[in-house]
């Protein structure tokens, strides 16, 4: 079964940054999209942005598009999502989930989710 495993997230000043990591494990990693989510207390859960194992142009949702960047390294199929400029409204649980083929950025099209990890803005 298809493990993800997200790490990094903290408490950080408003204008700081941040770097999460989502580690996948448990199949192949090709034709996989690995995706961020988050959700704020009382808030339903929005994409972040998604980024296909195949490589190619990542895909951010506008609210934190030039802000967030998401890379991976393949080889040891990780996931990153790298925060700048946070602010106190990106105060959320973080997300990664993953889904073969398509890479959407919504999250009832994602099965696999990992535990999430926490980041807050203060």
């Known amino acids: 079964d298809v493990q993800l495993v997200e790490s990094g997230g903290t408490t950080v000043q408003a204008g700081g940054s941040l770097n999460l990591s989502c580690k996948y494990s448990g199949g192949s990693y090709s034709g996989v999209c690995m995706a961020w989510f988050r959700q704020a207390p009382g808030k339903e859960r929005e994409g972040v942005g998604v980024i296909g194992s195949g490589g190619g142009t990542p895909h951010y949702a506008d609210a934190i598009k030039g802000r967030f960047t998401i890379s991976q390294d393949i080889a040891n199929t990780t996931v990153y999502l790298q925060m700048n400029s946070l602010q106190p409204e990106d105060t959320a649980m973080y997300y990664c989930?993953?889904?073969?083929?398509?890479?959407?950025?919504?999250?009832?099209?994602?099965?696999?989710w990992g535990q999430g990890t926490q980041v807050t803005v203060s």
């Open positions: 989930a993953q889904r073969r083929v398509v890479c959407y950025l919504k999250p009832e099209y994602y099965d696999d």
